[in-house]
C-alpha cells in the first residue's frame, strides 16, 4: 500500500491550495483518513481527520479555512486550503487506516509529504 500526496506548493498569504493523497495497492477497505503537517523545529500535528462516513473534524487553527474530503471511489483524499497564513507553512502528510485483506486488522499508513510554504 502506498500514500502518494500532492498539491503542494508556494502560495502568498491569503492565497489557496488543493492536497491530493491517492492511495493504492492492495487494499480492502480504508478507515480514518487525516492530514498532519509539521513545520520546521515543530512537532506533528493532526490538521484534519475524515472517517469513511464523512465526518470530519479540524484543528482549531485551521477551521473555517480548510475543509477535508475523500473519494471513498477513487480512494483518493483531498484538503483544500483557503486564506492561507505564514503560520501554515509545513510539510503536510497523508494518513490512513487501512484493511488489506478481509482480515479485521487495520494498519496505519503514511504519505512522504507535500511541502507548502505561504510567503509573500
Known amino acids: 500500500v502506498q500514500l502518494q500526496a500532492s498539491g503542494g506548493g508556494l502560495v502568498r498569504p491569503g492565497g489557496s491550495l488543493r492536497l491530493s493523497c491517492a492511495a493504492s495497492?492492495?487494499?480492502?477497505?480504508?478507515?480514518?483518513m487525516a492530514w498532519h503537517r509539521q513545520a520546521p523545529g515543530k512537532q506533528r500535528e493532526l490538521v484534519a481527520t475524515i472517517t469513511s462516513g464523512g465526518s470530519r473534524n479540524y484543528a482549531d487553527s485551521v477551521k473555517g479555512r480548510y475543509t477535508i474530503s475523500r473519494d471513498n471511489a477513487e480512494r483518493t483524499l483531498y484538503l483544500q486550503m483557503n486564506s492561507l497564513k505564514p503560520d501554515d507553512t509545513a510539510v503536510y502528510y497523508c494518513?490512513?487506516?487501512?484493511?488489506?485483506?478481509?482480515?479485521?486488522?487495520?494498519?496505519?499508513?503514511w504519505g512522504k509529504g507535500t511541502q507548502v510554504t505561504v510567503s509573500s
Open positions: 494518513y490512513a487506516q487501512i484493511r488489506n485483506s478481509s482480515a479485521p486488522r487495520w494498519f496505519a499508513y
Open positions: 495497492g492492495v487494499i480492502f477497505s480504508i478507515n480514518v
